[in-house]
């Protein structure tokens, strides 16, 4: 079946530096790929996506492309807010419509 | 522009009691369903629905049920509650076809 296997945390990083979150996935056919971002004592939202193979997300700073040959899709910030500590979580959606998620990796940035 | 409501935001049940944990959407979205998030293990699917009338078993029903009489609401129920149940419970919403999830806020649920 479809899962996502991303970065252990925690992650704990000053500000302006810059943050990589790698994701792997599994799946059958062309998936589409995601990002969301939990802020604390708050429901998920969507950060960025990408929907084919060499696709490029992103946005408020981050990115993600969509490699079909390494199965990946790392999330990157070239400079990092306090404001940016949250829970990230890296997600598939097949054509079943059903989001596998990863298990979460919690970023801090301290001033 | 509610979104997604979840109610209570907050519960603590004794073993054995019984609960409905509400979701509604006003966004006309077809798809719903219902997540745990457990430290260390993300958000694990319960059940989900593509429409209403139709509902699914996720990665992890048992102990719950649910039903999808209208398109805006989806409550989750838990029959007999049991300790392996307290969680964090997500309901989320989306138009069909890979689209962005809305998430509601949360129900922190304890049982004692």
């Known amino acids: 079946g479809n899962s996502v296997t991303q970065m252990e945390g925690p992650v704990t990083l000053s500000e302006e530096a810059f943050l990589t979150i790698n994701c792997t996935y599994t799946?059958?056919?062309?998936?589409?790929l995601f990002w969301y971002v939990q802020y604390p004592g708050e429901g998920l939202q969507l950060l960025l996506k990408?929907?084919?193979?060499?696709d490029k997300g992103s946005n408020k700073g981050f990115e993600a492309t969509y490699r079909k040959e390494t199965t990946s899709f790392h999330l990157e910030k070239g400079s990092v807010q306090v404001s940016d500590s949250a829970v990230y979580f890296c997600?598939?959606?097949?054509?079943?419509?059903?989001?596998?998620f990863g298990k979460g990796t919690k970023l801090t940035v301290n001033p | 522009n509610a979104g997604v409501t979840q109610t209570p935001k907050f519960q603590v049940l004794k073993t054995g009691q019984s609960m409905t944990l509400q979701c509604a959407q006003d966004?006309?979205?077809?798809?719903m369903s219902w997540y745990r998030q457990d430290p260390g293990m993300g958000l694990r699917l319960i059940h989900y629905?593509?429409?209403?009338?139709?509902?699914d078993q996720g990665e992890v029903p048992n102990g719950y049920n649910v039903s999808r009489s209208t398109t805006e609401d989806f409550p989750l129920r838990l029959l007999s509650a049991a300790p392996s149940q307290t969680s964090v419970y997500f309901c989320?919403?989306?138009?069909?076809?890979?689209?962005?999830?809305?998430f509601g806020q949360g129900t922190r649920l304890t049982v004692v």
């Open positions: 989320a919403s989306s138009y069909l076809g890979n689209t962005e999830a809305f």
């Open positions: 799946a059958t056919g062309y998936p589409s």
């Open positions: 990408a929907t084919k193979a060499d």
């Open positions: 997600a598939l959606q097949g054509g079943s419509e059903k989001l596998v």
């Open positions: 966004m006309n979205h077809e798809y």
């Open positions: 629905s593509v429409g209403a009338g139709i509902t």
